[in-house]
Every structure is written in structure tokens, then in C-alpha cells.
């Protein structure tokens, strides 16, 4: 892994953990702590651009409160939702 992917990995984590909203810190946390590691590298820049959606949206398209617009709607949203879902 390069520098530059391994920087990019560290900071979505990062990303992932603190969102400003403790809820969506966990959800998102508990997706980076499982899955962020085996992410592949072509899809790291889909987290990025789920990650810079506002808080509160992102929130109510991970709990299903409100459907994303199809062009959010990719494989990494795909992912996380559907790892925050498997247990219900």
C-alpha cells in the first residue's frame, strides 16, 4: 500500500469516527473499524464523497429515514448500509 492510500485510509477513519453527530460517529465508526481495512483503493473515493454529505442527510439515509438520490447510491453506500442493517 502506498504512503498516499495509507494516508487517505487513516484519514477516513478518522472521518468516520468524528462526524459531529455521536449517532452517525458510531454507525460510520463501526463501518470503518469492520470493513475501511479491506475497502478496495478504487472505492475509497466513494466514502470520501458519502462523507462529505451533510450530517444530518447522511443520518437519514443510514437509518432509512429518507432514500439518497440515485447518484449517492453507490456500491461503498450500498456497503454501509447495508453492514448497519444486517442485524435487523
Known amino acids: ?24 460517529d458510531i454507525l460510520l465508526g463501526r463501518f470503518a473499524a469492520a470493513r475501511l481495512d479491506v475497502l478496495p483503493d478504487i472505492d475509497l473515493p466513494q466514502l470520501e464523497a458519502l462523507l ?4 444530518n442527510t447522511l443520518f437519514r439515509w443510514l437509518t432509512g429515514m ?23
Open 1 to 24: 500500500m502506498s504512503t498516499a492510500t495509507h494516508n487517505l485510509r487513516k484519514r477516513l477513519r478518522y472521518q468516520c469516527q468524528y462526524r459531529g453527530i455521536k449517532e452517525l
Open 52 to 55: 462529505d454529505v451533510n450530517e
Open 66 to 88: 429518507e432514500t439518497p438520490p440515485a447518484a449517492m447510491q453507490t456500491p461503498v453506500y450500498l456497503a454501509v448500509y447495508q453492514f448497519l442493517h444486517e442485524d435487523a
